[in-house]
């Protein structure tokens, strides 16, 4: 897998994300339960800082060469793999 089409997954993930979690906060806000609404929007805010970071993470060590360019690195970088 290249890097484009390893970038329109994350953005896939990140857009399935926020339609599920931004209609959900803006549903409790107006029947006035922003207190569990918030819960959706630190999910949203949480797996979006997770993909930046961790695509980051791998320009970054693309940048000083550490490896060849893999969609699949980028997908775990960005996925899966805390550190």
Not at 25 to 46: K, P, Q, R, T, W
Not at 66 to 82: K, P, Q, T
Request: include cysteine; proline fraction near 1%; charge should be negative.
């Amino acid at each position: 897998m290249n890097e484009s089409k390893a970038m329109k997954c994350l953005l896939a993930v990140l857009s399935v994300v926020t339609a599920v979690c931004m209609p959900m906060l803006l549903y409790y806000a107006s029947i006035d339960l922003l207190e569990f609404g918030c819960v959706f929007a630190l999910i949203n805010i949480g797996v979006f800082w997770k993909i930046y970071l961790g695509a980051k993470r791998y320009f970054d060590q693309q940048e000083l060469g550490f490896g060849e360019s893999s969609g699949n690195r980028l997908l775990s970088y960005a996925l899966f793999e805390f550190y």
